[in-house]
């Protein structure tokens, strides 16, 4: 239980284009979804948590217009990367908490597969 | 500032050897902290809870308020014991944002 997927798996694209990354609670209602950015090697570092219905918000120094987050239902949530360029090319790793009905996981993040990016 | 403090990127064992992969955490709030492991080519899934004071695959972690550690352990290690583990720090006052330590990888040999 408690399944999040990620689609696509990896994905290339032209510098310039734009990409969309959807994440999604297979078994459960993510009442909050995250997304974090993992370079090779280092550990993940969070981008924005969204709540379902209402806007993303963002960490510093990432930005907003650039990573644009929807949050439209209780199972999904989606990541634009707009006009992509090289820097981007990273792995993005998204999370959901929710009302999973284990004890005590009401809180715990499920991440999903992740979603390698390729700017060429 | 909050802050996670995984000091060693490897941990170098071999089977049946105790491990002890150690966390520190700097934050002025009420620390809820968890120990994520990722094995190869698999999604990041969570080991260990501190509040849940529990014991996964044999290993354990206890949160030291003193110290500011949740070191993770385990008596005796074994090969598939291998991977990546992150320690991760839950900031409270809503959403639940977890702060990610840099992962310590965890090699057992044979």
């Known amino acids: 239980g408690a399944v999040v997927s990620q689609h696509p798996s990896w994905v290339i694209c032209k510098s310039g284009t734009s990409v969309k990354i959807e994440c999604r609670s297979l078994d459960f209602q993510a009442t909050t979804m995250f997304w974090y950015r993992q370079f090779p090697k280092q550990s993940l570092m969070l981008m924005a948590t969204?709540?379902?219905?209402?806007?993303?918000?963002?960490e510093q120094g990432v930005e907003k217009d650039k990573f644009l987050i929807n949050h439209a239902s209780l199972t999904l949530s989606t990541l634009t990367v707009t006009s992509a360029h090289p820097e981007d090319s990273s792995f993005y790793i998204c999370s959901a908490s929710g009302d999973y009905l284990l004890a005590g996981s009401t809180d715990t993040q499920y991440f999903g597969p992740g979603t390698r990016l390729t700017v060429l | 500032a909050q802050r996670v403090t995984q000091p060693e990127k490897l941990l170098s064992v071999f089977k049946g050897a105790p491990v002890e992969l150690k966390c520190n955490y700097s934050?002025?709030?009420?620390?809820?902290l968890f120990w994520y492991v990722q094995y190869s080519r698999q999604r990041l899934q969570l080991l260990l809870r501190?509040?849940s004071r529990e014991s996964i695959k044999g290993f354990t972690a206890d949160l030291n308020k003193g110290e500011t550690s949740f070191h993770l352990k385990k008596p005796f290690a074994q090969e598939e014991d291998s991977a990546m583990y992150y320690c991760a720090l839950s900031l409270s006052g809503g959403y639940n944002k977890l702060i990610f330590g840099a992962g310590t990888r965890l090699a057992v040999h044979p």
């Open positions: 969204s709540n379902e219905g209402s806007k993303a918000t963002y």
């Open positions: 934050y002025s709030g009420s620390p809820e």
């Open positions: 501190h509040i």
